[in-house]
């Protein structure tokens, strides 16, 4: 038997013997409330989201919710879904010889015509080849045919492609909304013309937002460094620009409701995309602009839907910064009475370090016994001046002093180091602020304070102004790691630190360039994988890879990069231009800070770059000040100039 196009009867019969002697079934049953089965018989454009993660994690994934709802609206076309075995299941299924399959209709992964997957971050990318390995299906995209499906991947690691370039046949850049109905219309059309595979893939380059990197050939100078990216085809676009929807569309209110615990067991609404902050770590905060708000009266109904459809006792109001959400307030107040008595727990999560925030939290009337998450980041405000978060130690204690007041016993703190130009004293402030925050604690409700503090290191991140910094090495954390553990030891402090050599898999990758995808097979076949997992991480494993490809690590991580490196990423045009983060990396190393940009535009480049979807969307859902169409036009002709400086220009 053909494994690969295994029948759903015989994965179905297999897994009742397989099923009773894992961990948690319940991740591999499907079966749940919501969840979409269409019928197989009739001409449908099968499409399968893969999270390459357990269950556990991949179910609160809102991206892909909100393309699961869209695609099966669709007459044409229905939508499934697929998750990475744990281990114990994963052996079984490879001894039982069943291939990775979709929890609705236990259908193999090889039998639909589109594999969707998400990569949100970049210890995915193991997981990734593993899931079509466990398929059946080939891992290089050069090596599949016309009898394969279509694999595409979309999610915030995907701002850079490079280190997966030869196992995805086409990324989708940005907001997958309009994108995804798009590659469905495509694939449709190609199907019943039944030409070749390299022409669903050029006719899928066309489409705004997708990136095929068969399409392009890459170049290094004789020292490693990236030169230039080379069209091979007509069909493919330089740059790259992102996609994005004009308007946030409905939220999708039909979420599926897991038989097990996942992470969040809750209904995710999304306020608003996109932050104004200007936080020059922050990759979320570059790629996703500009901002765009939903209504209140349009949040309202959507919990009001997905309550009666789900029955969910938690809301998870997201955003990457809610109390910059316009209507803030009115949302507060409208759900708080709304739901007032119904045991609702409602969360907002990402809230800014001020008295404002507490009180928000505590119109919501969340339980007093949870902990109150802020997040500084760093601990000098000489360090948050240069990361951009400037808040004075002032205001954060004020804020600390009204949490423990209102009845939070726990004030979760979280901070990076490893920062551009961090020294030994600012990560020894760490320490002390901690111990300062709790002190006001202890204040106000004695032995009954607590505090946690999460220190995780930073990782500089593509299209962002620290874009250019190199990152710390192994011993300077492990050197700030111990100032921590040895400052901080208090009962009532909880220090919690990531691995350094986690931080470096995260750093290789997401400044890789085309050659790592190499290391990331080599690394596979040594058996990578769950690499987010600290039990699964195998550090050998990339060590063996990389000396085995004959690539230094060190290149990605701790090599300086002149201001006017050519970056394998600088392809993809997420509308702000590479100019304007140079500027502001230059402006970080003098500590210049810049405001919220909805208070000052600082001409980042959205605007030339979506000027006409300004213009046709008037008003203040997008926080980007209004074009007319006569000055969108003016913008347009200027906006070749404004791109992204590229190898190709
Ligand atoms: S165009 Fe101006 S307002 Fe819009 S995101 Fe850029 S800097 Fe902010």
Not at 52 to 79: C, F, H, K, V, W
Not at 147 to 158: K, Q, T
Not at 159 to 187: L, R
Request: net charge negative; with cysteine.
């Amino acid at each position: 038997m053909n494994t690969q196009l295994m029948p759903p009867e015989e994965i179905q019969r297999r897994l009742e013997s397989i099923l009773p002697k894992v961990q948690k079934p319940g991740r591999y049953t499907g079966g749940e409330i919501n969840q979409v089965v269409k019928d197989w018989q009739t001409d449908l454009t099968k499409v399968v989201f893969v999270f390459p993660d357990l269950y556990d994690i991949g179910m609160s994934n809102l991206g892909l919710a909100i393309l699961y709802e869209l695609l099966n609206q669709r007459s044409d076309t229905l939508a499934e879904r697929a998750y990475m075995p744990w281990i114990d299941m994963e052996e079984a299924m490879r001894e039982a010889r069943v291939p990775l399959y979709s929890l609705e209709t236990k259908h193999p992964l090889a039998a639909f015509d589109i594999i969707g997957f998400s990569i949100p971050y970049e210890t995915l990318f193991t997981n990734l080849l593993n899931a079509l390995d466990l398929a059946g299906i080939p891992l290089f995209s050069k090596e599949r045919t016309v009898e394969h499906p279509l694999v595409i991947a979309g999610g915030h690691a995907a701002f850079n492609p490079e280190p997966m370039h030869s196992f995805i046949d086409a990324f989708v850049i940005g907001e997958g909304e309009e994108v995804i109905q798009e590659i469905v219309n495509v694939h449709k059309d190609w199907r019943s013309q039944g030409t070749s595979r390299l022409d669903l893939l050029r006719a899928l380059s066309r489409l705004t937002g997708v990136y095929v990197p068969r399409l392009y050939d890459a170049h290094y100078e004789n020292d490693g460094i990236f030169s230039h990216l080379e069209k091979l085809d007509e069909a493919a676009s330089l740059p790259v620009l992102k996609r994005i929807v004009p308007a946030l569309p409905p939220p999708p209110t039909h979420f599926i409701v897991p038989y097990i615990e996942t992470i969040h067991n809750r209904i995710p609404i999304e306020v608003m995309r996109g932050c104004t902050r200007g936080c020059r770590f922050c990759h979320a905060g570059m790629i996703t602009r500009p901002v765009r708000e939903r209504s209140v009266d349009e949040i309202v109904e959507a919990i009001d839907q997905a309550l009666k459809n789900t029955g969910f006792e938690e809301i998870g109001l997201l955003s990457l910064s809610s109390s910059d959400y316009t209507h803030i307030l009115d949302l507060v107040k409208v759900v708080s009475e709304r739901y007032a008595g119904k045991h609702l727990g409602i969360s907002l999560p990402s809230l800014r370090i001020e008295t404002f925030s507490v009180e928000l939290m505590d119109a919501l009337k969340e339980s007093r016994h949870g902990g109150f998450t802020l997040a500084p980041e760093a601990a000098t405000e000489r360090m948050r001046e240069i990361i951009n978060k400037p808040v004075s130690t002032a205001q954060l204690l004020e804020t600390a002093r009204a949490i423990y007041s209102r009845g939070w016993t726990t004030i979760k703190l979280y901070f990076m180091i490893g920062h551009p130009s961090e020294t030994l004293e600012d990560v020894q402030a760490i320490a002390d602020l901690c111990k300062a925050v709790l002190a006001e604690g202890r204040k106000i409700m004695g032995r009954r304070a607590r505090l946690n503090a999460g220190v995780s290191t930073f990782v500089p991140k593509p299209h962002t102004p620290f874009q250019w910094v190199s990152c710390d090495s192994v011993e300077q954390i492990h050197a700030k790691q111990d100032i921590l553990r040895h400052a901080l030891r208090d009962r009532d402090i909880k220090l919690t630190w990531t691995h350094p050599e986690d931080t470096l898999l995260e750093a290789w990758l997401s400044r890789g360039d085309r050659r790592m995808s190499d290391v990331i097979y080599q690394a596979w076949k040594r058996g990578a994988k769950f690499d987010a997992w600290q039990e699964h991480f195998s550090y050998s494993a990339w060590m063996e890879a990389f000396a085995h490809v004959g690539l230094n690590p060190e290149f990605y991580t701790h090599r300086p990069r002149r201001i006017d490196e050519i970056f394998p990423w600088d392809h993809i045009s997420t509308g702000v231009r590479k100019k304007y983060l140079a500027q502001d990396y230059l402006n970080s190393l003098q500590g210049e800070t810049r405001i919220d940009c909805r208070e000052q535009c600082y001409a980042c480049g959205i605007l030339p770059t979506f000027a006409e979807m300004r213009s046709l969307h008037p008003g203040d859902s997008w926080k980007c000040p209004e074009v007319t169409p006569k000055s969108s036009r003016r913008a347009q002709r200027l906006q070749p100039h404004d791109l992204p400086i590229i190898g190709n220009e």
